[in-house]
Structures are given as structure tokens and as C-alpha cells.
């Protein structure tokens, strides 16, 4: 079923944020475009103020739950260092594995603007509790697309690679800071990350989603 692809897809989890305690940080949308491949690759980092880091929450981002991460994403967990060199600014990622990444900064207005040479960070704050969507959305990559509608209900279509055949699924949802609850009327619930752009499109955890 294409649903099935699409969690792959989307690399989300099903997890209820309700009671995560979390932990407080900055969370930031990268995007790196390839000059070999064409392709942009967006990743999420999480930057706790207590110097953890996650790539790519699992588990919700507002507040991101460490203690899940390292339990179900312990390969993107690790801790980080912000130091300065001949006026330059560097971040030196200490991953779970005991492996190193260091990489260039750039800020603006005291954010971080750019994480190694053309890696774009743009800060995500939250949306409001509840807030609504009403367009539709087509994947720059993908053939997943999303109608979002402000009656808190969606639509999503996906071209089913094993039939064929276009595969259509409806259910509700919620946003609530960058978390998007999506509840299939099958009972399937997937929690993604969610950030809407100043264009108006939108990047659901790891995929570009451009407004139509």
C-alpha cells in the first residue's frame, strides 16, 4: 500500500507529545543544495541549551524527548561545542558513536544562518497550538501530495508503486509548535515535523512540499 511508502517517506513515528517533558533548545530546518546530484537535502537539527543535539527528531520537537531519541534514534544523538578561531565560528558535533563532525558558522541577527558552506539554517519557533492549513501541497520530489484544509481535515495521495494506481487517504490533523499530527481514518497515526515557509510551502520532516 502507498501509505506504507510514504511513512518510510516521511520517517515519522507514531508517538503521542502530550506528556513529553522534553527539553528546551533551538531547532533549526537545514537545506543543502548538492551541486553534484541537484538535489536539496533538508535535514532538522535540535540544539539543546544544555549542549545535546539531535539530527532529525523521532519523537516530536516541541520539546524534543531526548530520552526517546536515545532510545529509537541514538545514531543522531550526540552533543555539541560552539567555539571561535582566527574570528571564525565552528560547531563540533561529539556523536553517540564517539565519532566527530566539525562545521563552519554563519550567523544573522543572533541565529545561526548558514552550518558549513551553503548549508542554509533557518530557525523554527513554533506555530500556534491549532493552527491551520488550507491549501494543497505537492511534493517537490515525490509524487505524495497533501490537502490541508481548515476544518482540521487532510487529504493525501500517493502513486502506489506496487498497483499502480493512485492511492487516495483522508483523516484529521493538528499542529501544534512544529509537530503535525496526522490521524488516518484507518487509525493510523503519524507524528512529523512541520515548518511553513515564507512562501507559503511547507517542509514535512525531511520532504519539500510546494503550495499549489
Same mark, same amino acid.
Given at each position: 500500500?502507498?501509505?506504507?511508502?510514504?511513512?518510510?517517506? *516521511?520517517?515519522?513515528?507514531?508517538?503521542?507529545? $502530550?506528556? /513529553?517533558?522534553? &527539553?528546551?533548545?533551538?531547532?533549526?530546518?537545514? &537545506?543543502?543544495? $548538492?551541486? %553534484?546530484?541537484?538535489? %536539496?537535502?533538508?535535514?532538522?537539527?535540535?540544539?539543546?541549551?544544555?549542549?545535546?543535539?539531535?539530527? !532529525?527528531?523521532? !519523537?516530536?520537537? +516541541?520539546?524534543?524527548?531526548? %530520552?526517546?531519541?536515545?532510545?529509537? !534514534? *541514538?545514531?543522531?544523538? @550526540? !552533543?555539541?561545542?560552539?567555539?571561535?578561531? /582566527?574570528?571564525? $565560528?565552528? #560547531?563540533?558535533?561529539?556523536?553517540?558513536?564517539?565519532?566527530?563532525?566539525?562545521?563552519?558558522? =554563519?550567523?544573522?541577527? @543572533?541565529?545561526?544562518?548558514?552550518?558549513?558552506?551553503?548549508?542554509?539554517?533557518?530557525?523554527?519557533?513554533?506555530?500556534?497550538?491549532?493552527?491551520?492549513?488550507?491549501?494543497?501541497? +505537492?511534493?517537490?520530489?515525490?509524487?505524495?501530495?497533501?490537502?490541508?484544509?481548515?476544518?482540521?481535515?487532510?487529504?493525501?495521495?500517493?502513486?502506489?508503486?506496487?498497483?499502480?494506481?493512485?492511492?487516495?487517504?483522508?483523516? =484529521?490533523?493538528? #499542529? /501544534?509548535?512544529? /509537530?503535525?499530527?496526522?490521524?488516518?481514518?484507518?487509525?493510523?497515526?503519524?507524528?512529523?515535523?512541520?515548518? %511553513?515557509?515564507?512562501? @507559503?510551502?511547507?517542509?514535512?520532516?525531511?520532504?519539500?512540499?510546494?503550495?499549489?
Amino acid at each position: 500500500m502507498a501509505i506504507l511508502f510514504a511513512t518510510i517517506l *516521511l520517517s515519522s513515528c507514531k508517538k503521542d507529545e $502530550s506528556d /513529553n517533558p522534553g &527539553s528546551s533548545g533551538k531547532l533549526y530546518v537545514r &537545506s543543502l543544495y $548538492s551541486l %553534484v546530484t541537484g538535489i %536539496v537535502y533538508i535535514d532538522w537539527y535540535y540544539m539543546g541549551d544544555n549542549g545535546e543535539f539531535v539530527k !532529525n527528531p523521532k !519523537n516530536g520537537v +516541541q520539546p524534543v524527548d531526548m %530520552v526517546a531519541e536515545k532510545k529509537n !534514534n *541514538l545514531q543522531n544523538t @550526540g !552533543n555539541y561545542t560552539i567555539y571561535k578561531e /582566527n574570528n571564525n $565560528s565552528y #560547531i563540533k558535533i561529539t556523536w553517540s558513536s564517539g565519532s566527530t563532525t566539525t562545521m563552519g558558522l =554563519k550567523y544573522q541577527n @543572533g541565529d545561526i544562518s548558514e552550518m558549513d558552506i551553503m548549508g542554509t539554517m533557518i530557525r523554527q519557533t513554533g506555530l500556534t497550538k491549532n493552527y491551520k492549513l488550507n491549501a494543497a501541497y +505537492q511534493g517537490a520530489s515525490t509524487d505524495m501530495n497533501f490537502r490541508f484544509n481548515t476544518d482540521g481535515t487532510f487529504t493525501f495521495k500517493d502513486y502506489d508503486l506496487q498497483t499502480y494506481k493512485w492511492e487516495t487517504y483522508t483523516g =484529521k490533523y493538528e #499542529i /501544534n509548535g512544529n /509537530n503535525l499530527n496526522l490521524k488516518f481514518d484507518d487509525d493510523t497515526i503519524l507524528l512529523c515535523m512541520i515548518a %511553513v515557509l515564507d512562501n @507559503g510551502d511547507l517542509i514535512i520532516n525531511r520532504e519539500y512540499y510546494e503550495k499549489q
